[in-house]
């Protein structure tokens, strides 16, 4: 069965103070892994899809990775507007996401 | 903003009783998926239809039944309502209904059973 586990559950930090997030993952076959961002009460909103091990992808303050068994979303010199639950979701040989139960991140000002 | 509309955003109703969620997905999407998330459960996959036709099922409970109108619309239809049913329920699109495509959210319903 497909397994996402992301980590830390959550992450609390003071604007500028740069950290990862980890996403690792079992999955048969993987397709695609993907990067949401949720705020409270929103729909999950789109940053990133990496298909490959070695890929990188960045937008702005936020960078994602991925290798063979785990992706990681740096966040670097954050900001207060930052602070959402940053979710992982993989696609292995069929049509559904499985998702992680996220990592809520709080930046301070 | 997705480009992906529903609608209501806020439903409230009583135990065994059926409602009707809609969405309409990004324009020239063809791909539509629906997604329960609830605070014990997080995200989980309900079912996908591409033009039309149902693709992929997934935790998707025999109450619970969809479909997706000629225009590409879908409607999610929950019957015998529980409890347990309350939830944010997302739609989201897709261009194609290849394996790997980005899926796109939209803002949810937020149901409560009473």
């Known amino acids: 069965e497909d397994q996402v586990t992301q980590s830390p559950e959550a992450l609390r930090l003071q604007e500028g103070e740069s950290s990862s997030l980890n996403c690792s993952y079992t999955?048969?076959?993987?397709?695609?892994l993907f990067w949401y961002r949720q705020d409270p009460g929103k729909g999950p909103e789109f940053l990133f899809t990496l298909y490959s091990a070695g890929e990188e992808k960045e937008k702005e303050r936020l960078k994602a990775t991925l290798t063979k068994k785990e992706s990681f979303l740096h966040i670097t010199a954050p900001k207060p507007e930052d602070s959402a639950t940053y979710l992982c979701a993989v696609q292995p040989n069929d049509y559904k996401l499985s998702f992680g139960a996220g990592t809520t991140v709080t930046v301070r000002a | 903003d997705s480009g992906v509309t529903q609608t209501p955003k806020h439903l409230i109703t009583a135990t065994g009783q059926r409602v009707t969620l809609r969405c309409s997905p990004r324009s020239g999407d063809l791909s539509v998926y629906w997604y329960q998330q609830s605070l014990d459960q997080g995200l989980q996959f309900l079912i996908q239809y591409y033009n039309g036709e149902e693709r992929a099922k997934g935790n998707i409970l025999e109450r619970f039944s969809a479909q997706q109108f000629p225009d590409l619309h879908s409607e999610l239809n929950l019957s015998s309502l529980e409890l347990g049913d309350s939830a944010l329920y997302f739609c989201?699109?897709?261009?194609?209904?290849?394996?790997?495509?980005?899926?796109?959210f939209g803002p949810g319903t937020r149901l409560t059973v009473l």
């Open positions: 989201a699109s897709s261009v194609g209904g290849a394996v790997g495509d980005t899926q796109y």
């Open positions: 999955v048969s076959g993987l397709r695609g």
